[in-house]
C-alpha cells in the first residue's frame, strides 16, 4: 500500500520554472516504479514521466522531453518533478502515480495522489 501527497504547485508565467513533489508513505515506495500524469480542462489524463524504483531509468512523454526531468530521493520517500520552459499548454493538474510495474505506471497505475495545479500564464 502506498499513500501519495503531492505538492509545489502554484501559478507561473511561460518561460520559467516549478519543482512539484510527491511525498509517499508506505513501505513499498522505495521498490516502486513512480510516475507524473497531468490532467488538462475538458481532455483526458495523459502520462507524463515515469521512473524506476533505483532511480537508473526515466521515461518521459515527447511533449515535455528536455523540459521536464523525474527523480526521486528514497531517503525521504519522495519522488520530484522539476518543471522548466514551461509553457501555457502545460497548464494542468498533475498527479504522481505509483505501481509495481512500468507498465502499470505509465498507464492505470494503481496508487494516485490529490493531484496540484499547475497554470502557466503567456
Known amino acids: ?15 520559467g520554472s516549478l519543482r512539484l513533489s ?35 531509468w526515466a521515461y518521459y512523454s515527447d511533449s515535455v522531453k528536455g523540459r521536464l526531468t523525474i527523480s526521486r530521493d528514497n531517503a525521504k520517500n519522495t519522488v520530484y518533478l522539476q518543471m522548466n520552459s514551461l509553457k501555457p499548454e502545460d497548464t494542468a493538474v498533475y498527479y504522481c502515480a505509483a505501481d509495481s510495474s512500468i507498465v502499470g505506471v505509465t498507464t492505470t497505475a494503481r496508487y494516485w495522489g490529490q493531484g496540484t495545479q499547475v497554470t502557466v500564464s503567456s
Open 22 to 56: 510527491c511525498a509517499a508513505s508506505g513501505r513499498t515506495f522505495s521498490t516502486s516504479y513512480m510516475g507524473w500524469f497531468r490532467q488538462a480542462p475538458g481532455k483526458e489524463r495523459e502520462f507524463v514521466a515515469a521512473i524506476s524504483w533505483s532511480g537508473g
Open 1 to 15: 500500500q502506498v499513500q501519495l501527497v503531492e505538492s509545489g504547485g502554484g501559478l507561473v508565467q511561460a518561460g
